[in-house]
């Protein structure tokens, strides 16, 4: 598999785009992602990718224009395929365990996208910050997934008595900032964790959870 492979086969033939336009978008995603958009280059991106500097330019004429396309087909890929369908596979599989058994394997998949993807992560919610258009987008995007996912997690339960009548997105929201709290911590100030595992770190945080939404 290629260093760049942020992009997978089966997600370009699912959007129609074009082998060689792949292999720019992936390479310009993961530099992008560690020089920023100023000290990233076209030249540069087009070595990484094995195709001559023109060739770029044929599909983005400006380097603006290859962050911006590269932003909305990483978003489309990373809101849609990375995020939801292992979200969905980890819900399907634990529909009928318990919520802290689910709950759990939910933030296990969630630390493990985060790992496995930081790179694109980390650009794509640097540029928003920017780009209004994009954040615009992405949260969209985001939002749609998760209307139709969160009930999946809580409703049932809800209707067994198991938990309290709360706010599905609310809870959520909040789940997924431990989450991603949790990861930044352990990647950023790892001397500060007063865990020895991440899976203790993840009990602790499951049961503090549940104990505030459990009947």
Known sequence: ???YSLIKKEEVMKRNIKETEKKILEVAIDIFSKKGFTGATTNEIAKGAG????TIFKYYPKKKDLLYGAMIK??????ESIVVD?????????KEAPIEILLKAIMIDRIKLFENHFPLIKVIFYEMQFHEDLKELFLNKASKNLQEIVPKI????KEKG???NINDFVAMRS???????MFLQRSFL?????FETIEQEIDVLVEIFVNGIKE
């Open 162 to 164: 198991e938990l309290k």
């Open 1 to 3: 598999m290629s260093e």
């Open 51 to 54: 195709v001559a500097e023109g």
């Open 190 to 194: 790892p001397k500060e964790n007063a």
């Open 154 to 157: 809580f409703k049932k339960r």
């Open 175 to 181: 789940f997924l900032g431990m989450i991603i709290l």
């Open 86 to 94: 292992t979200l969905k596979e980890v819900i399907e599989e634990n």
């Open 74 to 79: 990483a978003i489309d890929l990373f809101t």
